[in-house]
Every structure is written in structure tokens, then in C-alpha cells.
């Protein structure tokens, strides 16, 4: 594999982008106690498993209630 340094410019910022992402999703989770599939627990156990962009963004689409 090439120098890592070529690539930092680039893995770096989608980190940012991951955690922060990861830390709203959890913050959301924690905030709101109903859940449109699943439970807190699963959705938590989710997010950090499969915190990879896939995680958050299942629970977004699958788990979050809508608002009223």
C-alpha cells in the first residue's frame, strides 16, 4: 500500500464526519423513548456496531419515530 499520508486528506475529515454522526445518532436515541421499530438497546447496539456510516443511518431511516 502506498504512503498513508497521501490518503489523510482524505480519511480524515470522513472520521469527523462518522463520529459526528455516531454522536448525534446516539444523542438522538437517548433523547426520544419511542421508537418506530426496536427499542433503545437494539438501536444503541446498532449505531455502535455498526458505526461505519451503516449503523446511524439504519436507525434513521428504520428506527426513528416521526415527529408529531
Do not use: C
Amino acid at each position: 500500500m502506498d504512503n498513508i499520508k497521501d490518503f489523510l486528506p482524505f480519511l480524515i475529515p470522513l472520521v469527523i464526519v462518522q463520529f459526528a454522526l455516531l454522536a448525534y445518532t446516539i444523542h438522538h436515541i437517548l433523547s426520544h423513548d419511542s421508537y418506530q421499530r426496536g427499542s433503545r438497546g437494539l438501536w444503541l447496539a446498532v449505531a455502535i456496531i455498526g458505526m461505519q456510516f451503516w449503523g446511524p443511518i439504519l436507525y434513521f431511516a428504520l428506527g426513528k419515530q416521526g415527529e408529531n
